[in-house]
Nanobody
Framework: QVQLVESGGGLVQAGGSLRLSCAGSGRTFSSYAMGWFRQGPGKEREFVAVISSSGASTSYADSVKGRLTISRDNAKNTVYLQMNSLKPEDTAVYYC???????????????WGQGTQVTVSS
């Protein structure tokens, strides 16, 4: 079992940056692909980015390509989401999640964090 705890959310002006962290527990953290998802106000949760268990492969939603970067440090059991050039439409609760396979669909993810709020003001 993997427990996930996100941190790093907050309020930022448009054009600004934030780095989200997701700390995982358990010795098997490095066996899981890790994803970030988000749910904006009045919207369904959507895929943001995924990184393979080794960190060698990444994939992004078209809406965040070139602005958000996912990375991981398996020695620290932590995955990151560097968010640059933020826009008001990036406002959402951001969740990290763990999956056995490298996928972008929610149903593939077994473990979820509690989420962290990101608010981008215009």
């Amino acid at each position: 079992q993997v427990q996930l705890v996100e941190s790093g959310g907050g309020l930022v002006q448009a054009g600004g940056s934030l780095r989200l962290s997701c700390a995982g527990s358990g010795r098997t953290f490095s066996s899981y692909a890790m994803g970030w998802f988000r749910q904006g106000p009045g919207k369904e949760r959507e895929f943001v980015a995924v990184i393979s268990s080794s960190g060698a492969s990444t994939s992004y939603a078209d809406s965040v390509k070139g602005r958000l970067t996912i990375s991981r440090d398996n020695a620290k059991n932590t995955v990151y989401l560097q968010m640059n050039s933020l826009k008001p439409e990036d406002t959402a609760v951001y969740y990290c999640a763990a999956a056995l396979l490298y996928r972008s669909n929610e149903g593939s993810y077994r473990y979820w964090g509690q989420g962290t709020q990101v608010t981008v003001s215009s």
